[in-house]
């Protein structure tokens, strides 16, 4: 393959459209910058074998993707691109009463065997008292006991995509804005119009999250991908130093995010039926800011700043598309990563550039491909 298209912008197309054009692929980038892109509003939460229940298809592949967060910046910070703020920074797993605690003792054998089965970015688990957890945190509650996560990282997945592009730019990739329309009248040579101009490639990759069913009526085919809006508040602390506070997670999954040099992350809302309205909502910021406080009353002083809405592509089964079309194998789709798309989607546009050049794979992607029988999580 000679030349690519990636329409879509957000973590996966930067990350395709980088991987591509480094591996000597003429590329094209293209992104109508839709409201709602999820790769700007997410927070960056690095640490997958914390989350809770995940399908198993996934897990060998969140494996490879976490790991390849280090090779993939010092490349990145060899060809001198933005500071992504990737930080190995900890996260605390906070229980606030003694039914919680409960749980948590359940929660803590689940992260010692995933790290025993391999899963990165767990490192040293122990259980921390409130007032051991309350000096890495200053903010925080009183609470019963916390389990401290050492090896969680966070990024910014903003700067990671502004990064990846510019890392795409640096191998000769062009980008264009505006609204592509695929065109596959001869499958194996498809093409994009776009503002009336033909663009011709090798292969077109389709990453544009929540909004894919848009280009695919071409082919026919309609994937089980819907919105889940996830509204974030962003708020900063004056002069205070956040840059070594490590992450807090309660037990409902409402995050606590901190930044350098005075910035925290907050949210977020799960609305899976609020379609493509990526309003801020009263009742979506009231939700965030109510938890982050029960659990970090100290940050009640803390500037509102602004708040981010994500619109992230929820497959039927839980599980992303990540494959060629079948009967259009020069068209490749990558969406349908929820909440995972900025630690799963660095790692899957290394495997969209090798899926082009029919390189051999590091994990196993028939789970993820596009004709598979779904069953509903």
């Known amino acids: 393959m000679h030349s690519a298209i990636v329409i879509g912008g957000g973590i996966i197309g930067a990350s395709a459209a980088f991987h591509l054009a480094r591996d000597g692929v003429r590329t094209t980038l293209i992104d109508r910058a839709d409201p709602g892109n999820a790769t700007y509003a997410g927070a960056g939460i690095v640490a997958p074998g914390t989350a809770g229940d995940f399908p198993p298809a996934t897990v060998e592949f969140t494996k490879h993707a976490v790991r390849y967060f ?4 010092e490349l990145l910070q060899e060809l001198g691109t933005p500071d992504p703020s990737y930080r190995v920074t900890g996260k605390l797993m906070i229980a606030m009463n003694e039914a919680e605690d409960a749980r948590l003792e359940h929660v803590m054998k689940t992260l010692v065997q995933r790290r025993d089965d391999g899963m990165p970015n767990l490192g040293d688990l122990s259980w921390l008292t409130s007032a051991e957890a309350r000096e890495l945190f200053p903010p925080l509650a009183m609470i ?4 401290h996560v050492a090896g969680a990282a966070r990024v910014d997945g903003n700067a990671l995509r502004n990064a990846l592009v510019a890392g795409a730019r640096h191998y000769g990739a062009s980008t264009l804005t505006g609204s592509a329309i695929l065109d596959v009248h001869h499958a194996q040579s498809p093409a994009v119009t776009l503002d009336g101009e033909r663009h011709e490639a090798d292969v077109v990759v389709l990453a544009t999250g929540s909004w894919i069913n848009d280009l695919l009526g071409p082919l026919d085919i309609e994937l089980p991908v819907r919105p889940h809006r996830g509204q974030i508040v962003h708020l900063s602390l004056d002069e205070t130093d956040t840059s070594e506070w490590p992450m807090v997670v309660p037990l409902d999954g409402k995050y606590i995010l901190p930044f350098e040099p005075n910035r925290i992350v907050t949210g977020a809302t799960q609305e899976p039926d609020a379609g493509f309205d990526a309003r801020p909502t009263a009742e979506g910021v009231h939700l ?3 938890r982050a406080l029960e659990n970090a009353p100290g940050l009640a002083a803390a500037t509102l700043d602004e708040v981010r809405v994500g619109l992230r592509p929820w497959s039927a089964d839980g599980a992303p598309y990540l494959g060629a079309v079948p009967g259009a194998e020069n068209v490749i789709v990558a969406t349908g990563f929820g909440a995972s798309g900025l630690h799963l989607g660095p790692f899957a546009g290394l495997a969209i550039s ?9 994990t196993d992607l028939s789970p993820f491909r596009i004709d598979r029988e779904i069953v509903r999580s």
């Open 70 to 73: 280090p090779p993939l910046l």
């Open 144 to 147: 019963h006991h916390a389990i």
């Open 288 to 290: 965030v800011l109510h």
């Open 354 to 362: 090798r899926l082009v050049h029919g390189a051999a794979q590091d």
